[in-house]
């Protein structure tokens, strides 16, 4: 029942920008901890940002100064502002929450299906 909706990817030129959403839904009590993870083609799966309820942040090395990560908790939507992007961000950016579901009675992570983003030089 509870799901995580991406949009936003797309193909877009080296030095463009691009904005990610991912809203959750469902039967949500709590939700700790929202944010982006992505995976290049061949590599595995790294943390790209994270934004806890306070709205506290955290971003990888690789995007600090390009991207920016945003919360709304009263619509339990996630954004992620890329700018300045570059081919190596080239990857399939995943949703991620830890959220606590009346279904399941304790807090576990969440994944959204995926959203392909593909900068191109």
């Known amino acids: 029942q509870v799901q995580l909706v991406e949009s936003g990817g797309g193909l877009e030129q080296a030095g463009g920008s691009l904005r990610l959403s991912c809203s959750a839904s469902?039967?949500?009590?709590?939700?700790?901890?929202m944010g982006w993870y992505r995976q290049p083609p061949g590599k595995q799966r790294e943390l790209v940002a994270v934004?806890?309820?306070?709205?506290?942040?955290n971003y990888a090395d690789s995007v600090k100064g390009r991207f920016t990560i945003s919360g709304d908790n009263a619509k339990n939507t996630v954004h992620l502002q890329m700018n300045n992007l570059k081919t190596e961000d080239t990857a399939v950016y995943y949703c991620?929450?830890?959220?606590?579901?009346?279904?399941?009675?304790?807090?576990?992570?969440?994944w959204g299906q995926g959203t392909q983003v593909t900068v191109s030089s």
């Open positions: 991620n929450a830890d959220m606590y579901t009346l279904t399941n009675g304790y807090y576990k992570a969440y």
């Open positions: 469902g039967s949500i009590v709590s939700i700790n901890v």
């Open positions: 934004i806890n309820r306070g709205g506290s942040t």
